[in-house]
C-alpha cells in the first residue's frame, strides 16, 4: 500500500478536480458540520489575541463560514472567503454590511492589494494544491503592519506517528489513511524526523505535495489533503518575503502550551503569527 504521504508533483488537472471535489461533496460538507463553535474556538481566540479587533479581516477557506461569524461576533468586520458555493450555502442568512461571504479560490484572490488588516485561514493550507501561490496571495491582501495566521494540522510532525505508534501498542485503533498498522505508524515516524531535519536544515522551503484522495466518501482525516503542510516551510517562505514572525506557535491547553514553548516545529498544530 503507497503511504498516505508519497510526495507528487502538483498541476492543472489536480487544481480542477480539487475545485470540483470541494464544490460537489455533500459528504464534505456534512463533515463540515463537525466544525461548530466548540470545534473553532482556539482558531478564533488565536486570531482574536494575536490580531487586533477593529482590522478588516479575511477568514479564508472559512468552509461553512462559522469562524467567519464568531469573528464578526467579537466586534469585526469580516469577509469569508471558500472554494465551495455548497459549503456557504448556509452563510446568506448572516450576511450584513460588516460580515459578507464570497465564492472565490485562495490560489487567486479577487480582491486588490493590500486590502485587509488580517488576512487568516484554519484548516486551508493542506488542501490547496500550490500553497506558494496560496501565500503570496495571503502576502498580497495584507496591508503593511497587517497580520496573516495560518492554522492547521502539522502534516510532518513526528510527535503524530509517535502517539499513532503508542496508542496501537496499547490496543487502540489506528488512524485511517495515515496509519493502520503499527509498522505504518513506525514509518511514518522515521519518514517524519527525517523530514525535520532535512527541512530545518535547509535553506529552501521544501513544500511537499500528496495525491488526496477525492473518491472515498467516508472522507475525513485529512484524505483529501494535498500538501504535506508544515511550519518550517511556512516560518522559511514567510522570513525569505521579508516578513516576520510573530508567533512561530501558539499552544493552547497545558499540553499545547509545553509543546508550543519547547517543540514550536514539530507541535502537532501550525498556529503562526505573521506580521507584514
Ligand atoms: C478542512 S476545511 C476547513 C474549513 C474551515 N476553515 C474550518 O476550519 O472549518 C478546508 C476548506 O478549504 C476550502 N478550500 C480548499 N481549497 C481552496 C481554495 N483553493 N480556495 C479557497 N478555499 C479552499 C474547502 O472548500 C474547505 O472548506
Given at each position: 500500500m503507497e503511504s498516505a504521504q508519497t510526495p507528487i508533483s502538483t498541476d492543472q488537472s489536480l487544481r480542477n478536480r480539487m475545485r470540483k471535489f470541494y464544490e460537489t461533496s455533500e459528504a464534505y460538507k456534512n463533515l463540515l458540520n463537525q466544525h461548530n463553535h466548540v470545534y473553532l474556538k482556539s482558531y478564533v481566540d488565536l486570531v482574536d489575541w494575536y490580531t487586533p479587533s477593529d482590522e478588516y479581516t479575511l477568514d479564508l477557506g472559512c468552509g461553512n463560514g462559522i469562524s467567519s461569524k464568531m469573528l464578526h461576533d467579537r466586534g469585526r468586520n469580516v469577509v469569508g472567503v471558500d472554494i465551495s458555493p455548497l459549503f456557504l450555502a448556509e452563510t446568506k442568512k448572516w450576511e450584513n454590511d460588516t460580515l459578507k461571504y464570497f465564492v472565490g479560490d485562495a490560489l487567486s484572490l479577487d480582491f486588490e492589494s493590500e486590502q485587509f488588516g488580517v488576512v487568516c485561514s484554519n484548516e486551508l493550507i493542506e488542501h490547496t494544491p500550490d500553497v506558494e501561490a496560496t501565500l503570496l496571495e495571503m502576502i498580497r491582501v495584507t496591508r503593511k503592519g497587517g497580520r496573516i495566521v495560518v492554522a492547521g494540522p502539522n502534516l510532518c510532525s513526528p510527535i503524530m506517528p509517535l502517539l499513532d505508534f503508542t496508542q496501537m501498542t496499547f490496543g487502540r485503533d489506528g488512524r485511517p489513511i495515515w496509519a493502520e498498522t503499527k509498522q505504518q505508524a513506525f514509518k511514518n515516524l522515521l519518514k517524519n524526523t527525517k523530514l525535520y531535519f532535512k527541512k530545518?536544515?535547509?535553506?529552501?522551503?521544501?513544500?511537499?505535495?500528496?495525491?488526496?484522495?477525492?473518491?472515498?466518501?467516508?472522507?475525513?482525516?485529512?484524505?483529501?489533503?494535498?500538501?504535506?503542510?508544515?511550519?518550517?516551510?511556512?516560518?522559511?517562505?514567510?522570513?525569505?518575503?521579508?516578513?516576520?514572525?510573530?508567533?512561530?506557535?501558539?499552544?493552547?491547553?497545558?499540553?499545547?502550551?509545553?509543546?508550543?514553548?519547547?517543540?514550536?516545529?514539530?507541535?502537532?498544530?501550525?498556529?503562526?503569527?505573521?506580521?507584514?
Open positions: 530545518r536544515f535547509g535553506q529552501q522551503p521544501n513544500f511537499l505535495y500528496r495525491e488526496p484522495d477525492l473518491e472515498n466518501q467516508i472522507i475525513g482525516g485529512d484524505a483529501d489533503s494535498t500538501y504535506i503542510a508544515s511550519p518550517i516551510d511556512l516560518e522559511k517562505f514567510f522570513r525569505q518575503q521579508g516578513l516576520r514572525i510573530k508567533k512561530l506557535c501558539v499552544g493552547f491547553g497545558f499540553k499545547g502550551k509545553i509543546m508550543a514553548t519547547f517543540f514550536p516545529r514539530t507541535s502537532l498544530y501550525i498556529s503562526m503569527v505573521i506580521e507584514k
